[in-house]
C-alpha cells in the first residue's frame, strides 16, 4: 500500500453500513485537521455518493463490492490550499449515464435528485471515470490555508 | 433512527432520533404520508432535536410530506435543527420553504 493511503475501506453495498463509514470519515476529518463544518462536508459527500452506488449502480441490492480509499494529496499552495484529502470509491455497477451525473435544477421543489448536488457543493474536486468495468469517483477537499499542511 | 409520535386533537409530533439516511428514511417518510395524506392530521410537526445527520433521502422524504401537506391543505412543521440538518436545507434551498422553529414552543404557537 502506498505511504500517501490513510486508510482503506471494503465494503459490501449494505444501506445499514452506511452509519459506519460516516462515523469512520468523521473521525479520519477530524484527525486530518478539518474543522467541524468541512467534516460534516466530507462525510455528507462521501455518504452520498455510497447511497448513490448503493441505489443506482447495485439497484438496490446488497451484498456487492465498494471500495474506498483514502489518500493524503499535496497542497495546492498558488490557491492557498493546505493539504487535501482524496477519496476514490470504486464499484463495479453499470457505465453510470454521463446525463445523470450533471445533478437537476433546484428551483422545482421536489423529491430526489439532490445527492449529486450535495456532493458537488461539498468538496474540492468531483470526477468521475470509468476503467475495465470499475466506476471510479474521486473526490478531494483542501484543508484551507497554507499553515495546514504536513511540511509546517 | 427511532421515531415516535404525540397525539393531541389537531396536531401530532414526530420525535425523530439518531441518523436519518437510505437505511431508515422510508420509515419516516411512511409516517409522515401517513399522517398528512391518510389522517390529515391539520399539523404535523417534525422534531429533530436529536437528529444528527440527515441525507438527501430523508431531504426527499420531508419534500413529500410537504407536497402532501399542500395537497391536503394541513401543515407541515419542523423544528430542533442540528447544523447538518441545516445545511442540507440550505444547499438545497429548501430552508425557507419549510415551516422551520427554533424549538417546540415556537412550532406550537404558530
Same mark, same amino acid.
Not at chain 1, 79 to 92: F, P, S, W
Not at chain 2, 45 to 55: A, E, G
Given at each position: 500500500?502506498?505511504?500517501?493511503?490513510?486508510?482503506?475501506?471494503?465494503?459490501?453495498?449494505?444501506?445499514?453500513?452506511?452509519?459506519?463509514?460516516?462515523?469512520?470519515?468523521?473521525?479520519?476529518?477530524?484527525? !486530518?485537521? !478539518?474543522?467541524?463544518?468541512?467534516?460534516? &462536508?466530507?462525510?455528507?459527500?462521501?455518504?452520498?455518493?455510497?447511497?448513490?452506488?448503493?441505489?443506482?449502480?447495485?439497484?438496490?441490492?446488497?451484498?456487492?463490492?465498494?471500495?474506498?480509499?483514502?489518500?493524503?494529496?499535496?497542497?495546492?499552495?498558488?490557491?492557498?490550499?493546505?493539504?487535501?484529502?482524496?477519496?476514490?470509491?470504486?464499484?463495479? #455497477?453499470?457505465?453510470?449515464?454521463?446525463?445523470?451525473?450533471?445533478?437537476?435544477?433546484?428551483?422545482?421543489?421536489?423529491?430526489?435528485?439532490?445527492?449529486?448536488?450535495?456532493?458537488?457543493? &461539498?468538496?474540492?474536486?468531483?470526477? !468521475?471515470?470509468?476503467?475495465? #468495468?470499475?466506476?471510479?469517483?474521486?473526490?478531494?477537499?483542501?484543508?484551507?490555508?497554507?499553515?495546514?499542511?504536513?511540511?509546517? | 433512527?427511532?421515531?415516535?409520535?404525540?397525539?393531541?386533537?389537531?396536531?401530532?409530533?414526530? =420525535?425523530?432520533?439518531?441518523?436519518? =439516511? $437510505?437505511?431508515?428514511?422510508?420509515?419516516?417518510?411512511?409516517?409522515?404520508?401517513?399522517? $398528512?395524506?391518510?389522517?390529515?392530521?391539520?399539523?404535523?410537526?417534525?422534531?429533530?432535536?436529536?437528529?444528527?445527520?440527515?441525507?438527501?433521502?430523508?431531504?426527499?422524504?420531508?419534500?413529500?410530506?410537504?407536497?402532501?401537506?399542500?395537497?391536503?391543505?394541513?401543515?407541515? $412543521?419542523?423544528?430542533?435543527?442540528?447544523?447538518?440538518?441545516?445545511?442540507? $436545507?440550505?444547499?438545497?434551498?429548501?430552508?425557507?420553504?419549510?415551516?422551520?422553529?427554533?424549538?417546540?414552543?415556537?412550532?406550537?404557537?404558530?
Amino acid at each position: 500500500m502506498s505511504k500517501d493511503v490513510l486508510l482503506k475501506v471494503e465494503l459490501l453495498s449494505d444501506p445499514n453500513l452506511l452509519c459506519v463509514v460516516r462515523a469512520t470519515i468523521e473521525q479520519l476529518t477530524e484527525l !486530518f485537521g !478539518f474543522p467541524p463544518p468541512e467534516r460534516r &462536508s466530507v462525510t455528507r459527500a462521501v455518504d452520498e455518493a455510497l447511497t448513490n452506488i448503493v441505489r443506482h449502480a447495485y439497484g438496490g441490492q446488497p451484498g456487492h463490492p465498494i471500495e474506498i480509499v483514502f489518500r493524503r494529496v499535496p497542497p495546492q499552495r498558488a490557491a492557498n490550499r493546505g493539504d487535501g484529502l482524496e477519496i476514490l470509491l470504486c464499484d463495479r #455497477g453499470p457505465a453510470v449515464d454521463p446525463l445523470k451525473l450533471r445533478g437537476r435544477r433546484l428551483d422545482e421543489i421536489k423529491p430526489g435528485g439532490l445527492g449529486l448536488h450535495f456532493i458537488r457543493q &461539498s468538496m474540492d474536486t468531483v470526477e !468521475f471515470t470509468r476503467k475495465r #468495468g470499475v466506476n471510479q469517483l474521486r473526490l478531494i477537499k483542501y484543508l484551507q490555508g497554507a499553515r495546514h499542511d504536513s511540511n509546517s | 433512527m427511532q421515531i415516535s409520535a404525540r397525539r393531541t386533537e389537531n396536531t401530532t409530533i414526530f =420525535d425523530v432520533s439518531g441518523d436519518i =439516511d $437510505l437505511a431508515n428514511s422510508p420509515e419516516m417518510r411512511k409516517a409522515l404520508l401517513g399522517e $398528512l395524506r391518510e389522517k390529515r392530521t391539520p399539523r404535523v410537526i417534525v422534531n429533530l432535536t436529536k437528529v444528527r445527520y440527515i441525507d438527501s433521502s430523508g431531504v426527499a422524504s420531508l419534500v413529500e410530506g410537504l407536497k402532501a401537506s399542500r395537497d391536503t391543505g394541513t401543515r407541515l $412543521l419542523l423544528f430542533g435543527l442540528s447544523p447538518a440538518a441545516r445545511e442540507v $436545507l440550505q444547499l438545497s434551498r429548501l430552508l425557507k420553504i419549510f415551516e422551520v422553529f427554533e424549538n417546540e414552543e415556537q412550532a406550537l404557537a404558530s
